[in-house]
């Protein structure tokens, strides 16, 4: 079974900074790996898909890379904000129906 | 664009009542997935079902049942409550070949 690590499990940063989360997984055998925003008391959002040929994906202050044979995932949020407080999951997937999710990294930036 | 509404949000439950929890998605996408999520544990799959008229069991089906009568709706009906399926639901599903979720807002179920 695949088992997704994601480091910090919490993290404070002022804001503007930049910061990288970490997931790791154990079988590296993916399909894709996506990372998600979830809320408070909310469903999980999909920020960024990366494909198992793909190095990274970018989608506006968000870069998400994948080095599929270490079996890690990064995470890059540029010049954070407040609104980007919030719990975020990685999530590799290795069948049709395999998707398997870490227990997050709970984000605060502080204003 | 309402995308997959789930019901209820919330519902507190007497153990050994049974409960269907309702998800329904208007992205006509073909495949749907409940998963449950607790403290310290992540997400887990519960069901899942790649079409209409098909179903699968995920990582937890113990206790739990699901049917795909059309693309629309995938229920989860959970027979006779016990209180370790106290849990936030999550329904979800993907249409795009990359496999992309999209996710419901949750139904918290508490089992008393």
């Known amino acids: 079974k695949q088992e997704v690590t994601q480091i910090p499990a919490a993290l404070s940063v002022p804001e503007g900074e930049n910061l990288v989360l970490n997931c790791s997984f154990t079988?590296?055998?993916?399909?894709?790996l996506q990372w998600f925003r979830q809320d408070p008391g909310k469903g999980l959002t999909s920020l960024l898909l990366?494909?198992?040929?793909?190095r990274e994906q970018t989608s506006g202050r968000l870069n998400a890379s994948l080095d599929k044979s270490s079996g890690r995932s990064t995470l890059y949020i540029a010049a954070s904000q407040p609104g980007d407080s919030a719990t975020y999951l990685c999530?590799?997937?290795?069948?049709?129906?395999?998707?398997?999710f870490g227990t997050g990294t709970r984000l605060t930036v502080i204003p | 664009t309402a995308g997959i509404t789930q019901a209820p949000t919330s519902q507190i439950l007497a153990a050994g009542r049974s409960m269907t929890l309702r998800c329904t998605q208007d992205?006509?996408?073909?495949?749907m997935y409940w998963y449950r999520q607790d403290l310290g544990l992540g997400l887990r799959l519960i069901h899942y079902?790649?079409?209409?008229?098909?179903?699968g069991k995920g990582e937890v089906p113990d206790g739990y049942s699901v049917s795909r009568a059309n693309t629309d709706d995938f229920p989860l009906t959970l027979a006779s409550a016990v209180p370790s399926q106290t849990s936030v639901y999550f329904c979800?599903?993907?249409?795009?070949?990359?496999?992309?979720?999209?996710f419901g807002e949750g139904s918290r179920l508490t089992v008393l």
């Open positions: 079902s790649n079409t209409a008229g098909t179903t």
């Open positions: 979800a599903s993907s249409g795009s070949r990359n496999g992309e979720l999209f």
């Open positions: 079988d590296s055998a993916i399909y894709n």
């Open positions: 992205m006509r996408h073909n495949a």
């Open positions: 990366i494909q198992s040929s793909q």
């Open positions: 999530a590799p997937q290795t069948g049709a129906n395999n998707l398997f």
